[in-house]
């Protein structure tokens, strides 16, 4: 989820690790049940605060023109893997799950997040209800439209 929400996976292990950390320190005495429901809802809340602070970063990096040394490509991202067998299989997967990362990404937020936290997290409704500070029914509502946008357009790949 991170990794979707930041697009970087340094930045992604970065949020996970303090949504953690913050969770041990903060949720440690709470019961085991209640874990997985409080760690996604303090990992929205570091996205969220992410997503503040890049917005902000982007801005000064307008004015003064500046642009992060990652921004170049990975050399390594371009060997090929020579354990797969199957290689256009390979590819076609790859390719519809860069169009199922790239839907997802045209979600609103709170549809995005219920989905995640039901399909990817495995979480059930009362689960992803807490996690996300709202109600049932919302969840339901929420996961719906999101199921419903992301078969529009991933129609192709399925």
Same mark, same amino acid.
């Given at each position: 989820?991170?990794?979707?929400?930041?697009?970087?996976?340094?930045?992604?292990?970065?949020?996970?690790? $303090? *949504?953690?950390?913050? %969770?041990?320190?903060?949720?440690?005495? /709470? #019961?085991?049940?209640?874990? !997985?429901? &409080?760690?996604?809802?303090?990992?929205?809340?570091?996205?969220?605060?992410?997503?503040?602070?890049?917005?902000?970063?982007?801005?000064?990096?307008?004015?003064?023109?500046?642009?992060?040394?990652? $921004? *170049?490509?990975?050399? %390594?991202?371009?060997?090929?893997?020579? /354990? #797969?067998?199957?290689?256009? !299989?390979? &590819?076609?997967?790859?390719?519809?799950?860069?169009?199922?990362?790239?839907?997802?990404?045209?979600?609103?937020?709170?549809?995005?997040?219920?989905?995640?936290?039901?399909?990817?997290?495995?979480? $059930?409704?009362?689960?992803?209800?807490?996690?996300?500070?709202?109600?049932?029914?919302?969840?339901?509502?929420?996961?719906?439209?999101?199921?419903?946008?992301?078969?529009?357009?991933?129609?192709?790949?399925?």
């Amino acid at each position: 989820m991170a990794r979707l929400a930041t697009g970087n996976a340094d930045d992604a292990h970065d949020i996970v690790q $303090d *949504a953690m950390l913050t %969770l041990v320190r903060s949720y440690a005495k /709470r #019961s085991e049940q209640e874990w !997985g429901p &409080l760690f996604y809802t303090v990992l929205q809340s570091r996205i969220a605060d992410w997503h503040r602070r890049n917005k902000v970063r982007n801005r000064f990096r307008v004015w003064f023109g500046g642009r992060d040394e990652d $921004d *170049a490509a990975d050399p %390594l991202q371009n060997i090929a893997d020579g /354990r #797969s067998p199957n290689p256009s !299989g390979r &590819l076609q997967d790859k390719q519809a799950m860069a169009a199922l990362e790239s839907a997802i990404h045209t979600l609103p937020a709170r549809q995005q997040q219920a989905f995640l936290l039901r399909v990817w997290e495995g979480l $059930d409704v009362a689960q992803t209800a807490r996690a996300m500070k709202c109600s049932q029914g919302s969840v339901k509502t929420h996961y719906s439209r999101a199921v419903h946008a992301l078969r529009e357009q991933l129609e192709d790949h399925l």
